[in-house]
């Protein structure tokens, strides 16, 4: 048996806002999709995050439609689950996946269906849970593993952060994960990874194209792509397979003081390209004022790039009052994750880290749904009921109120 296993292609994804960019993404998929009919594969699996959001373009939808359409024709089904882009938090909500039903999409979801057989082999997961509801997502993973038993071959499909992976930002531990099954077909991480677990293999396949600039150090040594996998028995053989993404990012450092020479090391560098790049560069020890540097810098690369986005670090024996070196290590979300851990509950720090998340995205009503779940599942915990709250003359329904909010 063999199968192609990819995630995160965040179709629709407009980074920097540029449209060029969502270009970029619809262009690698369609390579992949020809990669993956090119393998000759029985099936396909989709780890989440197919699309940037959970209310796509019409332009992101038809991309999706002829890659599926395209796959249906040479006789390959697809397999997905939901992903955190792909979903929202409303109750009886559905993510748009399930608009490709009759197209022949088989989506893994509490809605539609848990678990699939393909020719023996069992395939299931659960869509994506923020860490609030990690409770409700291990009891999930618990009947599935105890299904998975009545079958020899076994993959296990999820969108989740793991601790051992992605440390702060995770929404379970390695050790909650079932270790009975032969793949697990995991997404959320962008960056390649492939680790012995359980009874076979844990893939995260990353991301298809650079979604953020964080991912750089991980692309420059493993590339985008996704992963054949072959499974012989209880027999796993993970292939790596790399596509090319159609523009590259180029990151440097350079002293103000040879910033004319890298300029010129620059344009020779990008006249080689085939699409315009973009460009992270930092410059340090500036003595001229940022504005004037970049305006210079523009000014000689603007024509050649597709947006260049520059930074400046500055000598902390010139200004003693600015420290920046580790900026790029000072993650918000870790250090809300460390000051967290002085109130020492563990229910109240995942609900604030999944407000974080939301909130920064502007999803204020997938906020409040939050907010009135945790609400919900807290007073259900120490079970406490609007009547065990004295309602006589000296407690006003101001107060229940009040007492509520407080919690």
């Known amino acids: 048996m063999k199968f192609a296993h990819l995630a995160d292609t965040h179709l629709g994804y407009r980074q920097f806002g540029l449209h060029d960019r969502e270009k970029d993404f619809y262009e690698v998929f369609e390579k992949t999709i020809n990669k993956i009919i090119d393998e000759k594969v ?23 439609q002829k890659a599926l359409l395209k796959l249906k024709g040479v006789g390959i089904p697809v397999y997905a689950t939901a992903g955190n882009h792909d979903t929202t938090l409303r109750k009886d909500s559905i993510p748009p996946q399930v608009l490709y ?7 893994i979801s509490p809605i539609n269906s848990e678990y699939i057989e393909e020719d023996g082999t069992f395939i299931c997961g659960v869509p994506y849970y923020p860490k609030s509801k990690k409770t409700f997502l291990k009891e999930k993973l618990g009947k599935l593993s105890k299904k998975a038993e009545e079958y020899d071959k076994k993959i296990l499909v999820l969108h989740q952060g793991i601790d051992k992976y992605l440390p702060f930002e995770y929404e379970l531990e390695i050790g909650d994960i079932p270790e009975n099954f032969n793949y697990y077909a995991l997404g959320h991480i962008h960056n390649y990874i492939e680790d012995d677990y359980g009874e076979g293999k844990l893939v995260y396949p990353g991301s298809m194209d650079i979604w953020k600039s964080s ?15 072959e499974m012989d028995g209880s027999d796993v053989s993970v292939k ?25 090391n620059l344009k020779s560098r990008i006249a080689a390209l085939d699409n315009k790049p973009i460009l992270n560069i930092t410059i340090e020890n500036p003595k001229s004022s940022s504005a004037d ?6 000014k000689e690369l603007g024509d050649l790039c597709l947006l260049i986005r520059p930074s400046f670090k500055v000598d902390e024996k010139d200004d003693e009052s600015i420290d920046i070196s580790n900026i790029d290590t000072l993650e918000p979300k870790s250090l809300l994750h460390e000051h967290l851990k002085s ?22 009503e997938e906020s409040e749904k939050l907010i009135e779940d945790f609400y919900d599942d807290y007073f259900e915990k120490i079970d406490i009921t609007d009547e065990d709250i004295d309602l006589s003359k000296d407690a006003s329904q101001t107060d229940l109120k009040e007492f509520k909010d407080d919690i």
């Open 293 to 298: 540097i970049y305006d210079m810098i523009n």
């Open 101 to 107: 039903k009759k197209h022949g999409l088989k989506v």
């Open 240 to 264: 790596r397979i790399s596509i090319d993404i159609p523009r590259e990012f180029i990151s440097i450092t350079v002293d103000e003081f040879y910033l004319n020479q890298e300029i010129l």
């Open 42 to 64: 029985d099936f396909v699996i989709h780890s989440g995050d197919l699309f940037e959001s959970s209310k796509p373009s019409p332009i992101a939808l038809l991309v999706f």
């Open 343 to 364: 109130f020492d509950n563990e229910d109240i720090s995942d609900l604030a880290i999944d407000l974080y998340e939301k909130l920064s995205n502007d999803n204020v």
């Open 215 to 229: 991912e750089l150090s991980d692309y420059n040594k493993n590339g985008k792509g996704f992963c054949i996998v």
